[in-house]
């Protein structure tokens, strides 16, 4: 069954003609060309987008990452679900595998699996009969464990004195006495961080805390539990793979890329006993992921990936490097123009 999957997806994946050697060489040596590769008809090449979201939220947090508001998001919905199709991941992809996606298409997607797309997000998409995808960083879900980026901003947020000096980040000296300036200066840490190894980041974020001198840090469950992600399924929700621990990929060991991808996809499957088939590479920003994850994920039974690189997508596109685009607008209105503008200029 999954060499017939591979099979059918290498065909798609040779037709996109943007893949590089490593993973044509594996294709081509493990015959996987004998599949007949879906027939792209350009006048059906119709564009399709996908949006990304992280948290949803009652209210602004500076603390949050990447949180929008449940009135701006519910706006945003509303103005979706009127105007264009909503689809999950896996019915993309089952349309990407046959060559043809259906007019005005589009993708809703969080990444990492936080409690709050339950609590919050997951009521409004229910409203108005809209389904999503939520792509899980498998480890963190159903504990109180936090992907290191909460830690930064957790550290900041708890902070028990009034200036930091972090050196090596170029923080010299800075004031922290509010939140905005305690906001600033995690985001400004959050950037610095994301050059390193995950062992070497880890290392970093654990001597943030010890400089920011953090006494009694927040310990309520900020993920999703396996409990609450099986609830969702039943009601229309997909489910796909955003890694074990949320490294970016490109910082790690070939060996450790193959493990965080396949075991997260195996993870997920046991939990929720549904196939999974989609990724969200973590940060998804070019140079974040390579050829190599590409045959990792190829080689695991994946059937397409995402990035966080803007812009809308078609069918011709490489399956494993698909577009994604953040909610810029909060007024309905503009939030819809810009769909539409980058569904046309895409």
């Given at each position: 069954m999954l060499k017939k999957q591979i099979i059918r997806l290498a065909g798609s994946v040779l037709q996109s003609q943007v893949i590089g050697a490593k993973t044509r060489n594996f294709i081509e040596s493990h015959q996987l060309t004998r599949a007949f590769p879906p027939k792209i008809d350009k006048r059906n090449e119709l564009p399709f987008q996908i949006l990304v979201y992280h948290r949803v939220l009652p209210a602004p947090d500076p603390?949050?990452?990447?949180?929008?508001?449940?009135?701006?998001?519910?706006?945003?919905?509303?103005?979706?679900?009127?105007?264009?199709?909503?689809?999950?991941?896996?019915?993309?992809?089952?349309?990407?595998?046959?060559?043809?996606?259906?007019?005005?298409?589009?993708?809703?997607?969080?990444?990492?699996?936080?409690?709050?797309?339950?609590?919050?997000?997951f009521?409004?998409?229910?409203?108005?009969?809209?389904?999503?995808?939520?792509?899980?960083?498998?480890?963190?879900?159903?504990?109180?464990?936090?992907?290191?980026?909460?830690?930064?901003?957790?550290?900041?947020?708890?902070?028990?004195?009034?200036?930091?000096?972090?050196?090596?980040?170029?923080i010299a000296?800075?004031?922290?006495?509010?939140?905005?300036?305690?906001?600033?200066?995690?985001?400004?840490?959050?950037?610095w961080l994301k050059q390193f190894s995950h062992q070497a980041r880890d290392?970093?974020?654990?001597?943030?805390?010890?400089?920011?001198?953090?006494?009694?840090?927040?310990?309520?469950?900020?993920?999703?539990?396996?409990?609450?992600?099986?609830?969702?399924?039943?009601?229309?929700?997909?489910?796909?793979?955003?890694?074990?621990?949320?490294?970016?990929?490109?910082?790690?060991?070939?060996?450790?890329?193959?493990?965080?991808?396949?075991?997260?996809?195996?993870?997920?499957?046991?939990?929720?006993?549904?196939?999974?088939?989609?990724f969200a590479y973590p940060n998804g920003k070019a140079g974040d992921f390579n050829e190599t994850c590409k045959l990792a994920l190829l080689k695991a039974g994946f059937t397409c990936a995402v990035t966080t690189l803007a812009g809308a997508n078609s069918v011709s596109k490489d399956p494993f490097e698909l577009h994604r685009t953040a909610p810029w607008d909060r007024d309905p209105k503009g939030f819809f123009s810009r769909m539409c503008f980058e569904r046309f200029a895409g």
């Open positions: 603390f949050a990452i990447d949180a929008i508001t449940t009135i701006d998001f519910e706006r945003q919905v509303s103005a979706l679900s009127a105007s264009f199709r909503l689809i999950t991941m896996d019915q993309l992809a089952t349309e990407l595998r046959a060559g043809m996606i259906g007019p005005n298409s589009v993708c809703i997607t969080f990444d990492d699996g936080y409690r709050d797309n339950f609590e919050y997000a009521p409004i998409l229910k409203k108005y009969n809209a389904p999503a995808t939520i792509f899980l960083a498998s480890n963190f879900i159903g504990t109180k464990e936090r992907i290191w980026h909460d830690d930064v901003l957790s550290a900041l947020k708890y902070a028990t004195r009034d200036r930091l000096e972090f050196a090596e980040a170029g000296d800075y004031a922290i006495r509010t939140d905005e300036e305690r906001s600033t200066v995690a985001f400004k840490l959050l950037l290392d970093y974020v654990a001597q943030l805390f010890e400089r920011c001198r953090v006494k009694h840090a927040e310990s309520t469950r900020l993920m999703l539990n396996w409990q609450e992600v099986r609830f969702m399924l039943k009601n229309g929700f997909a489910f796909g793979a955003h890694t074990k621990s949320h490294p970016i990929l490109s910082r790690i060991s070939d060996a450790e890329i193959e493990s965080e991808i396949a075991d997260s996809k195996s993870a997920i499957e046991r939990a929720i006993d549904v196939p999974v088939s989609t």
